[in-house]
């Protein structure tokens, strides 16, 4: 049964997307089966795969909406690394908050879809929008673990107040073993404002931030504009090396969060 991450954060600009496609691609490169969940209507992990996502006719939006009729396993694609597969997505996404809302279990939908393909896989990653709305909801709900990307400034930390509130309603909701994980990315080195906030992370949540923090580099924009993740564009670089080890401490991770089911 895979252990299924949602990484999420309101704020954009914070790495969400480049941390599921760079972290998947990571694992999965250690030799585990793993399968990425384009959740945002904007389907940045859809066109940083090197798809276009206005050329789908079904989505995650169709199994969101109604799994039976539109399994995840035939929306599946396969990418061009090996053990990384995607579940594309469009604008299509945008219209689901609307028609969710007020059906009788909504914020579980996504869940009911990962079900039927969650034993195919050893890791799922759900990019989540950067928003909390009813499709971050559905991505909290399904998840063993919440990934909150932060970028090292005082601003971000201020947001993850209010997402604590929304993860703490999502465990007295449904999900009461949902776990909470911090990456610290886009950090810059030459900053005391940067460096002090790395250390302020760690004495506020210190069982909760991962050991990894991930540099800012102009590489994941050349990347995403080649359509393809860090781990094979710019394979030996150091923001490369960087999601090898935070892929590490993930493996180790997931391994604990099965232990405990």
């Known amino acids: 049964m895979a252990a299924i991450y949602s990484i999420t954060n309101q704020k954009g ?6 941390t599921c496609l ?33 050329s789908f006719s079904k989505t995650v939006y ?3 909406i109604n799994c039976e009729q539109y399994p995840l396993k035939e929306i599946i694609k396969e990418t061009k690394i090996n053990n990384l ?26 869940r009911d879809a990962l079900n039927e393909i969650k034993n195919d896989y050893d890791f799922i990653f759900v990019d989540c929008p950067p928003s909390l709305g009813v499709l971050t909801t559905n991505a909290l709900i399904c998840a063993d673990t919440v990934i909150i990307p932060v970028q090292t400034e005082y601003l971000a930390l201020r947001g993850l107040k209010q997402l604590d509130n929304i993860i703490s309603k999502v465990r007295k909701k449904g999900n ?10 886009m950090h810059n080195t030459r900053t005391l404002h940067s460096r002090e906030v790395v250390e302020e992370l760690e004495k506020v949540f210190p069982q909760e931030v991962f050991k990894t923090i991930i540099k800012r580099t102009v590489k ?22 960087a999601y090898r080890e935070l892929a590490r401490e993930v493996i180790e991770d997931a391994k604990k969060t099965v232990s405990q089911r």
């Open 13 to 18: 600009g914070v790495g969400k997307t480049t």
């Open 22 to 54: 760079c972290l998947g691609s990571a694992i999965a490169e250690a030799g585990y089966k793993v399968l990425l969940v384009d959740f945002d209507p904007q389907a940045g992990l859809t066109v940083c795969l090197g798809y276009d996502p206005d």
């Open 62 to 64: 169709d199994s969101l």
């Open 85 to 110: 597969f995607l579940v594309p997505s469009n604008l299509d996404l945008a219209g689901a908050e609307g028609e969710l809302i007020g059906e009788i279990g909504w914020d579980r939908n996504l």
């Open 176 to 185: 009461p073993g949902l776990r909470k994980r911090i990456l610290r990315t």
């Open 220 to 241: 994941f924009a050349d990347a995403a504009l080649a359509g393809m993740p860090i781990i094979q564009y710019a394979a030996t670089s150091e923001a490369a090396e």
